[in-house]
C-alpha cells in the first residue's frame, strides 16, 4: 500500500497494550500543528509551572514532532510526548512529556518513548535527551524506566 500525504503528516504508528491490559493506539505527527493534544500540552506546562518544576517559559513551537497515546474505544487522548530532532547534535530532544492525570501509572509515556524511538532511528540520532527538574520524581522514574539516565545538573544559587 502507498504512502499518502496525510501519513507523511500524521499516521498509527501501532495498537499496543497499556499496564492495565488495554489496547492503546500510538499515533505520529510530523508537526506539532493542529494537533488535538495542544490543550494537555499547555495544561502539561502549566501543571509543572504551578509545582515549581519548570520556570515560565513554553520551550515549544509547531515544529516539534509529537507521539500520542488513543483509548480507541472512548477516542480520549492519554498522553504524549513533543520533541525535536536536533540535526546538529544527532539528538532528540524532549520538550514535554504528558499524560492526563486518569491515566497515569499505565505506562503510557513508555509506550509512547517507543514510538519516538522508532522515528529517531529513521532519522539517525543517536541520543535521546530532556531537562527534568531535580524534584519532578514522577518524570525521573519515567525517564529511567525507558532507560535515561542523568547527565547534568544545572546549578542553581538565589541572590537576595
Not at 38 to 57: A, Q, R, Y
Not at 84 to 99: A, C, H, Q, V
Not at 112 to 119: S, T, V
Amino acid at each position: 500500500m502507498a504512502e499518502t500525504e496525510i501519513d507523511k503528516f500524521e499516521k498509527k504508528f501501532k495498537d499496543m497494550t497499556d499496564d492495565h491490559g488495554e489496547t492503546v493506539e500510538i499515533w505520529w505527527r510530523l508537526r506539532l500543528e493542529g494537533s488535538p493534544c495542544i490543550p494537555m500540552i499547555l495544561d502539561g506546562f502549566s501543571e509543572l509551572m504551578k509545582k515549581g518544576w519548570s520556570n515560565n517559559t513554553i520551550t515549544i513551537d509547531n515544529q516539534h514532532r509529537l507521539v500520542f497515546a488513543v483509548y480507541p474505544k472512548s477516542g480520549e487522548i492519554a498522553g504524549g510526548i513533543a520533541y525535536k530532532y536536533m540535526e546538529n547534535s544527532k539528538s532528540m530532544w524532549i520538550s514535554l512529556s504528558f499524560t492526563d492525570p486518569k491515566y497515569r501509572g499505565r505506562g503510557i509515556n513508555r509506550l509512547c518513548q517507543i514510538a519516538l524511538e522508532r522515528d529517531a532511528q529513521l532519522l539517525g540520532a543517536t541520543t535521546v535527551e530532556s531537562y527534568v527538574h531535580v524534584d519532578n520524581q514522577p518524570r525521573i522514574r519515567s525517564t529511567q524506566k525507558v532507560g535515561l539516565e542523568p547527565k547534568f545538573y544545572r546549578m542553581y544559587k538565589q541572590l537576595r
